[in-house]
């Protein structure tokens, strides 16, 4: 079984920045790419930022230019450093990664439990 522990999250007022990071642990062959989503009160889970096991990157439009999303891939971790943070920033963060299993060898996708991030105007 694989688990993803996120920390990180918390209260900060909007132009600060936090540090989110995401832990895998468990079995697993190999982890293809690992991401970032969110998800507001009333709205739809939205991706973040995401990068491959080769370290490219993809992000949301609404991030651009102020998060950065970074692997260490000895640690089987990936953090997003988040920058100029705005009220509308505030959600739940959840971590996610792409995951190939040891005996069957599928790849399956894992969630983390969420983190709260909370930007004051």
């Known amino acids: 079984q694989v688990q993803l522990v996120e920390s990180g999250g918390g209260l900060v007022q909007a132009g600060g920045s936090l540090r989110l990071s995401c832990a895998a642990s468990g079995r697993f062959l190999s982890i293809n790419a690992m991401g970032w989503y969110r998800q507001a009160p009333g709205r739809q889970r939205e991706l973040v930022a995401s990068t491959s096991s080769g370290g490219s990157t993809n992000y949301g439009d609404s991030v651009k230019g102020r998060f950065t999303i970074s692997r260490d891939n000895a640690k089987n971790t990936v953090y997003l450093q988040m920058n100029s943070l705005k009220p509308e920033d505030t959600a739940v963060y959840y971590c996610?990664?792409?995951?190939?299993?040891?005996?069957?060898?599928?790849?399956?996708?894992?969630w983390g439990q969420g983190t709260q991030v909370t930007v004051s105007s």
């Open positions: 996610n990664a792409n995951i190939r299993e040891p005996l069957t060898l599928q790849v399956m996708d894992v």
